[in-house]
Each structure stands twice: as structure tokens, then as C-alpha cells.
């Protein structure tokens, strides 16, 4: 069982940045951020795999970015250029340890954080 918690959510102006921080207790194969807008399907932002390959949606391309600290167990989005529809909420996401695919796809995703709240005004 992998165990994630997210942290850094809150609210900024449009072109602000965040940095949203997840705290997991064991690396697997693939690891992400993901996304629910009010009245949206959850949808998939940027991923990363163990060797490091990652996978980020059109819309969030040169605006934010995702990396790790292996040592501290975190994985972070930083989030540049903000804009009103970024607002939602942000969920950490893990696959489990049997699985050897990455990608933005939330049904290749097993384990979830609680999620933290973005909110951009403009």
C-alpha cells in the first residue's frame, strides 16, 4: 500500500506560481499529478516514471513542471504562469508496484492522495 500526501495548494492571482509538494512512503514505477475542476472528470497533468521519462498535458507544457526528491520521498509540481482554468483540485497519484507503463491515464493509476485545493482568480 502506497501513501500519498499532498500539500502546497492555496490561492494567487493569474500568472502567480505555486509549488505543490506529495509526500509518498514507497516509490513505484510511475508516479503523477492529476486534476479535478469543478464539474470536470479528473484528468491527468504530468507524470514521471523511475528513469525519469515524463509525460505532461498540452495545456501545461512550459508552465509547470514536475520533479523529485528521492531522498525525502516527495514529489513536487511546480506550477509557473497560472491561469483561472488551472483552478481544481490536485491529487497525487502512484501506480502500483506491478505495473510497468506511464502515462496521464487515471485508470493506470492505483494509489491517490486527498488532493489540495488550487484556486487562481484572475
Known amino acids: 500500500q502506497v501513501q500519498l500526501v499532498e500539500s502546497g495548494g492555496g490561492s494567487v492571482q493569474t500568472g502567480g506560481s505555486l509549488r505543490l509538494s506529495c509526500k509518498y512512503t514507497?516509490?513505484?514505477?510511475?508516479m503523477g499529478w492529476f486534476r479535478q475542476g469543478p464539474g470536470s472528470e479528473r484528468e491527468g497533468v504530468v507524470s514521471?516514471?523511475?528513469?525519469?521519462?515524463?509525460y505532461s498535458a498540452d495545456y501545461v507544457r512550459g508552465r509547470f513542471t514536475i520533479s523529485q526528491d528521492s531522498a525525502e520521498n516527495t514529489l513536487f509540481l511546480q506550477m509557473n504562469n497560472l491561469k483561472p482554468e488551472d483552478t481544481a483540485m490536485y491529487y497525487c497519484?502512484?501506480?502500483?508496484?506491478?505495473?510497468?507503463?506511464?502515462?496521464?491515464?487515471?485508470?493506470?493509476?492505483?494509489?491517490w492522495g486527498q488532493g489540495t485545493q488550487v484556486t487562481v482568480s484572475s
Open positions: 514507497s516509490r513505484t514505477y510511475c
Open positions: 497519484a502512484a501506480t502500483s508496484p506491478q505495473r510497468r507503463r506511464c502515462g496521464l491515464s487515471t485508470s493506470g493509476f492505483d494509489y
Open positions: 514521471i516514471s523511475t528513469g525519469g521519462s515524463t
